[in-house]
């Protein structure tokens, strides 16, 4: 930590995104791709939290910064692995990242308490012994979300390739 520098984005962007992973306890979420997509997005949130409250600089950009039209090319073009070594070890895993990140953003663009009860309902699964799986997680999307961006939940998760890995 002696090198961390606040006025450096990938030092605060870093440090704010592994602090998010850690808040999930046990309960990790089954994919890598939700795994990361989601941490990826509450980072974004935190972080523009932080900068509008003056504690950090005024970054030119956040880390997500796909365009709709990139969003969509990426997600008709590529196909996400639901394998966590596939994932990490694929060319294509920034743009991974930022599919996966911002297909969580869109679910918390719905709802600004979103993160919060889907991290509370997942939580309490897992602790009841559940296994944190795919069906799991949509479910409980589903629970706190009822559209997005004028269409349906269950329309918005079966067109999105990060919420389909394979």
Known sequence: MRDFDKTNFN?????????????????????????????????????????????????????LTLSKNS?????????????????????????????AGMAWYKLYEADHAFFKKFNEDYYSHIQNGETGDDSLVKSLIKKNISTIEGTSIDSYLSSQKVFNPI
């Open 71 to 99: 969003y969509n090319s990426y997600n008709n073009s590529l196909s996400v692995p639901a394998d966590s070594e596939a994932f990490y070890n694929s060319d294509n895993i920034s743009k991974f990242y930022q599919m």
């Open 11 to 63: 030092d605060v962007n870093a440090i704010i995104h592994e602090i998010i992973h850690s808040f999930h306890g046990i309960a990790v979420l089954d994919t890598t791709v939700y795994e990361e997509g989601i941490t990826t997005a509450a980072a974004d949130v935190v972080l523009a939290n932080l900068i509008s409250s003056g504690k950090v600089p005024n970054f030119s950009h956040l880390y």
